[in-house]
DNA sequence: ACCTGAACACCGTTCAAGT
DNA sequence: ACCTGAACACCGTTCAAGT
């Protein structure tokens, strides 16, 4: 029932915070600027404070509208376990597509988006029989470790070299970490081999059984 | 048995570091200017790069140098779980003291800091009976989880009122949150009662624990 | 009500010139 | 070898002026 507006190609709130999508996906966090944004949509970079306070609000605006596709709806007939696995693969995977809210949500805390997060992870705990005292505990865990591990997937995703593939990279790294001092860095250098070959969405699953494990141990 | 500077106060990348760890913590990060810090040592902003390539890597040095702090020693003697624990506290802790390192962690992967919480987090797992090959599995679980909490509550830190003490600032948030769409967030207007109160680093342990126990529970 | 674009007050970084 | 500081190429944001 909102007003229609005049012109089709008028400015909006939605259509900046899509053009700063596509942006930010396309030329990365560092190429959204007011005036490349404004460049976009054809108008001057004041035209875009009318409808946005400022670039933090644009942002999380930004965020938020992605986190909550990620987060939204999702067919519900599946065991509490596997609802939260696919909750915490979609983050993942919109953040790895996006790697720029990876950041953002590690900055913005309170904000909509982090809700959103924690409202679709803690949903199925009821059915997991785990007692409501313990709820805000074990959603906590949860999300910090889904953001965490997200964030720094979306942290490789941003700085793997354009041109390489990813075996390659990995490989690079391995042999990296396989030569560091032995009397530092024991650990690194025995696990380096397991570095090569791994599924990073296996690898965050796995993360989070093993949250899960935790939770419904006792 | 590096060669001596000549005057007491001459640069020195140390220097600049410790000053930028000082401006950082007592002025935030958005007060970290290669004017603010070259006023702060004295000299012009161009100086500071004959001994820092740029502002990314001084700011990862600057990371590097605490988190070194934080993860290196400690007394051995004790359970593997307890030493995981320790570190992770140590951790927890030093991010709380210096809450720019969270975003800083989240945004710069491989570097040295993160191979650090690697070692220090991943050590212990050979005396918790973990098999070798899922050890690259645990250990980033362990560490997403702890730069994910870790991350969340520097978010906090930042962003708190600084007026205003941390038992009416969650008691505020509280109120929001029971005041949020019955419909659309079920779960957080429930846990809202559970906010206030609440001691951060007694939740991150109980996060931890619940990690180690999907590790230990096979 | 909404848009324009010049202008303000900054940034990180470079570089000729000094010692 | 190391330092100086002006200058370059940008930023986010504001605001008088327009429609």
Redesign the interface.
């Known amino acids: 029932m909102g007003r229609p507006s005049r012109r089709a190609d008028a400015l909006s709130r939605e259509r900046i915070i899509a053009a700063a999508i596509t942006i930010l996906d396309t030329e990365g966090e560092r190429a959204l600027t007011f005036r490349t944004l404004a460049a976009t949509l054809a108008t001057g970079p004041g035209a875009i404070y009318w409808h946005v306070a400022n670039k933090k609000e644009l942002l999380a605006a930004a965020t938020d509208a992605l986190v909550a596709e990620a987060t939204g709806a999702g067919p519900t007939r599946a065991t509490p376990h596997e609802r939260i696995r696919r909750v915490a693969l979609g983050l993942f995977d919109t953040i790895d597509a996006h790697p720029w809210i990876?950041?953002q949500l590690?900055?913005?805390?309170?904000q909509l988006a982090s809700?959103r997060i924690?409202?679709a992870l803690?949903?199925p705990?009821d059915d997991l029989e785990v007692p409501?005292?313990r709820?805000?505990?074990?959603?906590?865990?949860l999300?910090?470790?889904?953001?965490?591990?997200a964030?720094?997937n979306a942290?490789?995703a941003r700085?793997a070299p354009r041109d390489t593939d990813r075996d390659t990279a990995l490989s690079a790294?391995a042999r990296q970490?396989a030569e560091?001092d032995e009397a530092?860095?024991?650990?690194?250098r025995?696990?380096a081999a397991?570095?090569p070959g791994?599924d990073d969405r296996e690898?965050f699953l796995?993360?989070i059984?093993?949250?899960?494990?935790?939770?419904t141990?006792e």
């Open positions: 990876g950041s590690s900055q913005e805390p309170w809700m924690v409202e803690g949903r705990l409501a005292e709820h805000f505990h074990v959603v906590t865990a999300a910090s470790y889904v953001l965490g591990a964030a720094q942290a490789n700085h790294i970490w560091l530092e860095f024991p650990f690194v025995r696990i397991q570095l791994h690898q796995a993360g059984d093993l949250v899960l494990g935790g939770i141990r």
